[in-house]
């Protein structure tokens, strides 16, 4: 899978760390997508994007765009916000890094058509997530 990542804010991100995790939550959901586009923004461009897209107007961690195929393959689109992702990482007590990781994952498999409105597709989605930062495990431990 072809992993373009743009960084479009102003924290530290570990680009080939992050595109890794994209690939990780590929493989453990089984799917099949040719690219995802993986955008890594501030609370107010995602705040814009949200209120764009969900009507909903406010920073929120993570966006996906599900896959469609058009001639060159099939592809989708994950937009993280740094910030957020800094502020929950903190929360969670683990590293900014680690929160990007886990939200690329999270994005990727909304991408793929997962959802997690309910309890059973949310504890379905962070088994998933959980399986892909289980490859990354050692490479976010030099992050921490």
């Known amino acids: ?38 955008a890594i923004v ?13 009507n ?12 469609e195929d058009d001639p060159t393959g099939r592809s989708g689109e994950v937009i993280v916000s740094a910030q957020t992702a800094r502020r929950q990482a903190a929360a969670a007590g683990h590293s900014l890094q680690a929160e990007l990781c886990l939200l690329v994952a999270h ?19 962070d088994a998933l997530q959980e399986r892909a930062l289980a490859a990354l495990r050692e490479r976010l431990d030099r992050h921490e």
């Open 42 to 54: 501030d609370d107010g461009r995602i705040r814009a994007l949200n209120r764009a897209y969900r």
């Open 1 to 38: 899978m072809q992993v373009q990542i743009r960084d479009l804010q102003t924290l530290p991100v570990d680009e080939p760390l992050l595109a890794d995790a994209a690939r990780a939550a590929l493989a453990v959901a089984r799917g099949r997508l040719d690219a995802v586009d993986i």
């Open 107 to 125: 994005g990727v498999l909304h991408v793929l058509g997962y959802e997690d409105y309910d309890e059973r597709s949310r504890a379905t989605m």
């Open 56 to 67: 909903s107007d406010c920073a929120t961690d993570v966006i996906a765009f599900e896959a």
